[in-house]
RNA sequence: GCCGACGUGGUGGAAUUGGUAGACACAGUUGAUUCAAAAUCAACCGCCUUCGGGUGUAUGGGUUCGAGUCCCAUCGUCGGUACCA
């Protein structure tokens, strides 16, 4: 098939020069060639994994958008930071291991060279040179060492910032103190263990893998743990100051859960132990609740506690074992899915026991039901029916007594209101009311404020071999753990060939035997990290990534830190990041701050998520329903500079949008035109330079407002990242062009600033074409163009005349005419006369320069 | 359920602070060129119409000289979340 233009001949060719020239290597302080004037611009993708399918066309709309502003900040004379890398650790490598044999490390180099490749015939402007990968052993032991700085730090409470622990040592802490007050520790708790992956996955990892069919059931295993729970506060407030679309961050705050309330202690009343509630008298413990209501108190007419809070089998009495016991035993068996689904109908049963209402000294039942977790709060609650949904349900299902503590039209009644029933609280509004009730608490020793956060600490270890293994080892006579010395570092995975999962929840390094056994005194850590730990910091690593001797350099962290709080100036990637990744690069970039080893605060200061690309069906693209479209397959055949102008001109880069393929040919027809202004097919079809080139600029106005709008809109468009309409406006631009052309000649000069302008969207065509003309230097080293606004002025404008709002003429008159004179003249129009001569004009209204309306009834 | 985003032609989408709705494209129709086709070029292209105009941005109200844009209600689509007390 013939090509509409060459794109075959000179893509690959400017490829290879820009290559071979570096010309997109960026210079750090120290470096060669670099330039201390030029402020830093750091624009960064979210890192692909390279699955062995290679790119999807999804792919690039992301890495377009953040290369045309790369290309564009270079021309504004930035020096732009634009890398690119692998997050290459993952579950499918190891698992197409398990399958075949092939070890991960072939499979993962493999697809590495692939997706380079692929995003290489793009056309993108990355600083190879700094390429990271997150399984080489290079990067693996900075990873490994950011672990140990969290592993031994702990969080100051007065100072709200991470400390080293050896201050902890000096004020003569033992070991054992210290090690529940790291970052990094170990806790055992019910977990999500997979049997057939045979490793534990973390929360918010587990639909994911029962999606895609796996098991999953609760398992109490000794785990690593990382305190992320201690910067929920801070991960809040820093949000501020972010430019991230408000979505997202309502997005992590709601992850995050922040809940303002209070505790509250229930005197338990009744036996411990064996003999009945009713024999019993008087106090003997106390249930804390937490509680967002503590307004509500005195409505509330019972007791939960979950099934798994540790004071069920000593509260519950004789006649109520059997059934208690059962319950609970059901409740194991049911996975947090199931527990989920039940919520429509609630399940408990009493467990004998009463708890006396601090605020009004009644004695109310003790339940325990599924709908209450142990995992936050206190995992007890005050029930409230009258004034929370899942306790009116559970109330009414077990008829328990309801009672109204805020004036309301019917129950359940969960907004704000006026508190009724209840003692000294009587007459409040909601907000009065929580503050009494509060200061009553603390003063009585009852309660006191409290704020929960839904956030977990963060389950770090997982049960793999392709995975950074802890540095971490374990005294075989104490049973302690310690880290391994920092020249130890990276401590990498031991050769294995079988990778199959052994059932044995250490993992499948524990068959190493070699390895694991360290020395006399310490056998290693086999558990290893999860894929996150190299994506929380590869931002930092592209600053310096081929130092040996520190993570980053200070001077470079200093220099793409700049002045700002954050490190990133744009961030560009999916959605389906927004928490987890997100909050979890937050999370370890704020330790490293605490520690003193960053200067921002936050890693990422402009965030933006590329909208899903459905395939031309409308569906999400997935080799199962066989519309993935695969990049490779456009560049064929239309170029790649088609590819991202079509990427970009799609719509919206924020926006979800499906596919069309043939909506690539729009986008090429317009760049085989503006090919076609300079170079012409001959007799034998080969492209010709044209020879009707004008040399001197140009004075023609119309040609010279089109221009100088199109620097100007293109620019900004850049800016606001409208791509789309930073396309459309240059194909209007290029008519204008082409019109010009054909009476004239091309005006090269012109020309050349047209082509500037279109280099950073299609940078093959417009370096081949600048080339042609014969300019000699690149359009990426050239200063990107200003528009002057003298030439834009239009002499002309065209006024809107319009009669009760509606369009009746238009008027062609010189700019800046008085209103006077532009009434004067709607009004004597045959149009107007003609929809007003039966009516009474009552008021006119006139903007300059745009229109008139003439109200008539 | 709750939270959030969004509803504009056959399709993707444009439309500064409220000021010509449908830019720019795709698809489609007609014509030119061609032996023919592709490619290219030109014209048309929301709906209705008695060709004056009427109507139209999910639906129904409202504010305004004027609403796709602002306000209220309803419906729908998508994303997040799921007993978080």
């Given at each position: 098939?013939?090509?509409?233009?060459?794109?075959?001949?000179?893509?690959?060719?400017?490829?290879?020069?820009?290559?071979?020239?570096?010309?997109?290597?960026?210079?750090?302080?120290?470096?060669?060639?670099?330039?201390?004037?030029?402020?830093?611009?750091?624009?960064?993708?979210?890192?692909?994994?390279?699955?062995?399918?290679?790119?999807?066309?999804?792919?690039?709309?992301?890495?377009?958008?953040?290369?045309?502003?790369?290309?564009?900040?270079?021309?504004?004379?930035?020096?732009?930071?634009?890398?690119?890398?692998?997050?290459?650790?993952?579950?499918?490598?190891?698992?197409?291991?398990?399958?075949?044999?092939?070890?991960?490390?072939?499979?993962?180099?493999?697809?590495?060279?692939?997706?380079?490749?692929?995003?290489?015939?793009?056309?993108?402007?990355?600083?190879?040179?700094?390429?990271?990968?997150?399984?080489?052993?290079?990067?693996?032991?900075?990873?490994?060492?950011?672990?140990?700085?969290?592993?031994?730090?702990?969080?100051?409470e007065?100072?709200?910032?991470?400390?080293?622990?050896?201050?902890?040592?000096?004020?003569?802490?033992?070991?054992?103190?210290?090690?529940?007050?790291?970052?990094?520790?170990?806790h055992e708790a019910p977990v999500n263990?997979?049997?057939?992956?045979?490793?534990?996955?973390?929360n918010e990892?587990v639909d994911?893998?029962?999606?895609?069919?796996?098991?999953?059931e609760r398992?109490p295993?000794?785990?690593?743990m990382?305190r992320i729970t201690k910067y929920a506060q801070r991960l809040i407030d820093?949000l501020d100051?972010?430019?991230?679309?408000e979505s997202?961050k309502l997005l992590q705050k709601n992850w995050i859960g922040k809940s303002e309330g209070a505790t509250v202690k229930f005197e338990v009343q009744g036996s411990v132990g064996a003999s009945p509630a009713s024999d019993a008298e008087g106090s003997v413990g106390e249930i804390e609740v937490f509680t967002t209501r503590p307004d509500t108190l005195f409505g509330a007419t019972y007791m939960v506690i979950a099934p798994e809070h540790p004071l069920v089998n000593e509260i519950t009495t004789p006649d109520n074992k059997d059934a208690v016991e059962a319950y609970k035993e059901g409740c194991v068996l049911k996975s947090d899915l199931e527990r989920g689904e039940m919520n429509k109908d609630k399940t408990g049963e009493p467990t004998g026991a009463f708890a006396i209402n601090p605020a009004n000294g009644e004695r109310i039942p003790i339940w325990i039901s599924d709908y209450v977790m142990m995992g936050y709060g206190t995992g007890a609650i005050m029930a409230v029916p009258a004034h929370d949904v899942r306790d009116f349900e559970f109330a009414k299902k077990f008829n328990i007594p309801i009672q109204c503590v805020v004036g309301a039209p019917a129950l359940p009644y969960t907004e704000q209101g006026v508190v009724v029933n209840s003692g000294f609280l009587n007459g409040l509004s909601t907000a009065e009311a929580k503050a009494k009730m509060i200061d009553w608490l603390e003063e009585s020793e009852k309660g006191s404020r409290q704020i929960n956060f839904k956030l977990r600490d963060?389950l770090?270890?997982?049960?793999?071999?392709?995975?950074?293994?802890?540095?971490?080892?374990?005294?075989?006579?104490?049973?302690?753990?310690?880290?391994?010395?920092?020249?130890?570092?990276?401590?990498?995975?031991?050769?294995?060939?079988?990778?199959?999962?052994?059932?044995?929840?250490?993992?499948?390094?524990?068959?190493?035997?070699?390895?694991?056994?360290?020395?006399?005194?310490?056998?290693?850590?086999?558990?290893?990290?999860?894929?996150?730990?190299?994506?929380?910091?590869?931002?930092?690593?592209?600053?310096?990534?081929?130092?040996?001797?520190?993570?980053?350099?200070?001077?470079?962290?200093?220099?793409?830190?700049?002045?700002?709080?954050?490190?990133?100036?744009?961030?560009?990637?999916?959605?389906?990041?927004?928490v987890?990744?997100?909050l979890?690069?937050?999370?370890?970039?704020?330790?490293?701050?605490?520690?003193?080893?960053?200067?921002?605060?936050?890693?990422?200061?402009?965030?933006?998520?590329?909208?899903?690309?459905?395939?031309?069906?409308?569906?999400?693209?997935?080799?199962?329903?066989?519309?993935?479209?695969?990049?490779?397959?456009?560049?064929?055949?239309?170029?790649?500079?088609?590819?991202?102008?079509?990427?970009?001109?799609?719509?919206?880069?924020?926006?979800?949008?499906?596919?069309?393929?043939?909506?690539?040919?729009?986008?090429?027809?317009?760049?085989?035109?503006?090919?076609?202004?300079?170079?012409?097919?001959?007799?034998?079809?080969?492209?010709?330079?044209?020879?009707?080139?004008?040399?001197?600029?140009?004075?023609?106005?119309?040609?010279?407002?089109?221009?100088?709008?199109?620097?100007?809109?293109?620019?900004?468009?850049?800016?606001?990242?409208?791509?789309?309409?930073?396309?459309?406006?240059?194909?209007?631009?290029?008519?204008?062009?082409?019109?010009?052309?054909?009476?004239?000649?091309?005006?090269?000069?012109?020309?050349?600033?047209?082509?500037?302008?279109?280099?950073?969207?299609?940078?093959?065509?417009?370096?081949?074409?600048?080339?042609?003309?014969?300019?000699?230097?690149?359009?990426?080293?050239?200063?990107?163009?200003?528009?002057?606004?003298?030439?834009?002025?239009?002499?002309?404008?065209?006024?809107?005349?319009?009669?009760?709002?509606?369009?009746?003429?238009?008027?062609?008159?010189?700019?800046?005419?008085?209103?006077?004179?532009?009434?004067?003249?709607?009004?004597?129009?045959?149009?107007?006369?003609?929809?007003?001569?039966?009516?009474?004009?009552?008021?006119?209204?006139?903007?300059?320069?745009?229109?008139?309306?003439?109200?008539?009834?």
């Amino acid at each position: 098939m013939r090509k509409p233009f060459p794109f075959d001949e000179f893509e690959s060719k400017w490829q290879t020069y820009w290559d071979k020239n570096q010309t997109y290597r960026t210079a750090n302080p120290g470096d060669e060639g670099f330039d201390a004037t030029k402020p830093k611009y750091y624009v960064l993708d979210m890192f692909p994994y390279p699955s062995g399918a290679g790119l999807h066309v999804g792919h690039p709309e992301g890495y377009t958008a953040t290369d045309i502003i790369a290309r564009y900040k270079r021309m504004k004379g930035f020096n732009v930071l634009h890398p690119m890398g692998w997050d290459a650790f993952g579950l499918p490598a190891e698992q197409y291991a398990i399958k075949t044999g092939q070890h991960p490390r072939i499979t993962t180099e493999a697809n590495t060279e692939n997706f380079k490749k692929q995003l290489q015939a793009i056309g993108f402007s990355y600083d190879w040179e700094r390429e990271v990968n997150t399984t080489d052993p290079d990067y693996v032991k900075w990873t490994q060492w950011i672990f140990l700085k969290l592993y031994n730090s702990y969080y100051c409470e007065e100072a709200q910032q991470a400390r080293p622990v050896s201050e902890l040592e000096e004020k003569g802490m033992t070991s054992k103190e210290i090690d529940k007050l790291r970052l990094a520790f170990t806790h055992e708790a019910p977990v999500n263990w997979s049997p057939d992956l045979g490793t534990v996955l973390a929360n918010e990892e587990v639909d994911e893998w029962k999606a895609k069919g796996h098991t999953v059931e609760r398992r109490p295993l000794r785990q690593w743990m990382l305190r992320i729970t201690k910067y929920a506060q801070r991960l809040i407030d820093d949000l501020d100051d972010l430019d991230w679309p408000e979505s997202i961050k309502l997005l992590q705050k709601n992850w995050i859960g922040k809940s303002e309330g209070a505790t509250v202690k229930f005197e338990v009343q009744g036996s411990v132990g064996a003999s009945p509630a009713s024999d019993a008298e008087g106090s003997v413990g106390e249930i804390e609740v937490f509680t967002t209501r503590p307004d509500t108190l005195f409505g509330a007419t019972y007791m939960v506690i979950a099934p798994e809070h540790p004071l069920v089998n000593e509260i519950t009495t004789p006649d109520n074992k059997d059934a208690v016991e059962a319950y609970k035993e059901g409740c194991v068996l049911k996975s947090d899915l199931e527990r989920g689904e039940m919520n429509k109908d609630k399940t408990g049963e009493p467990t004998g026991a009463f708890a006396i209402n601090p605020a009004n000294g009644e004695r109310i039942p003790i339940w325990i039901s599924d709908y209450v977790m142990m995992g936050y709060g206190t995992g007890a609650i005050m029930a409230v029916p009258a004034h929370d949904v899942r306790d009116f349900e559970f109330a009414k299902k077990f008829n328990i007594p309801i009672q109204c503590v805020v004036g309301a039209p019917a129950l359940p009644y969960t907004e704000q209101g006026v508190v009724v029933n209840s003692g000294f609280l009587n007459g409040l509004s909601t907000a009065e009311a929580k503050a009494k009730m509060i200061d009553w608490l603390e003063e009585s020793e009852k309660g006191s404020r409290q704020i929960n956060f839904k956030l977990r600490d963060w389950l770090f270890s997982r049960q793999r071999y392709w995975g950074e293994p802890f540095p971490l080892l374990w005294d075989k006579e104490t049973g302690e753990h310690t880290c391994v010395p920092e020249s130890d570092l990276p401590v990498l995975q031991p050769e294995m060939e079988d990778f199959k999962p052994t059932g044995d929840p250490r993992g499948p390094l524990v068959k190493a035997e070699n390895w694991i056994n360290y020395s006399d005194q310490y056998t290693r850590e086999t558990n290893t990290m999860p894929q996150w730990a190299g994506s929380c910091w590869y931002y930092l690593r592209y600053c310096d990534p081929r130092n040996t001797e520190r993570f980053i350099s200070e001077q470079a962290e200093d220099y793409w830190s700049g002045d700002d709080s954050a490190m990133v100036d744009l961030y560009v990637g999916g959605t389906e990041h927004a928490v987890l990744h997100l909050l979890y690069a937050r999370f370890w970039h704020k330790v490293l701050f605490d520690l003193g080893l960053l200067s921002t605060k936050e890693p990422f200061k402009k965030l933006v998520n590329q909208g899903l690309i459905l395939g031309e069906d409308g569906n999400k693209m997935s080799k199962s329903i066989g519309n993935v479209v695969n990049p490779d397959d456009i560049i064929k055949e239309y170029g790649a500079d088609s590819l991202r102008l079509y990427e970009m001109f799609m719509g919206p880069l924020e926006q979800v949008k499906p596919w069309q393929t043939n909506g690539v040919d729009g986008v090429s027809r317009f760049l085989a035109k503006v090919w076609r202004l300079a170079s012409e097919q001959n007799q034998e079809g080969e492209w010709e330079v044209k020879t009707n080139f004008q040399n001197e600029a140009t004075s023609d106005k119309d040609l010279l407002k089109a221009l100088h709008q199109t620097i100007k809109k293109v620019g900004e468009d850049i800016e606001n990242l409208a791509f789309n309409t930073a396309i459309s406006q240059m194909m209007v631009c290029l008519k204008t062009f082409q019109d010009y052309e054909k009476e004239n000649g091309l005006p090269l000069q012109e020309f050349t600033i047209f082509l500037q302008l279109l280099n950073p969207f299609a940078p093959h065509l417009t370096e081949e074409l600048n080339k042609l003309i014969g300019n000699d230097t690149l359009l990426s080293s050239q200063d990107w163009p200003a528009f002057d606004e003298s030439k834009m002025v239009e002499s002309e404008k065209t006024i809107i005349v319009q009669v009760n709002g509606k369009l009746r003429a238009r008027l062609q008159v010189p700019a800046g005419m008085s209103k006077e004179d532009l009434e004067e003249m709607a009004l004597a129009t045959n149009e107007v006369k003609s929809f007003t001569d039966d009516k009474t004009i009552r008021k006119v209204i006139v903007i300059p320069n745009k229109l008139v309306n003439i109200v008539a009834n």
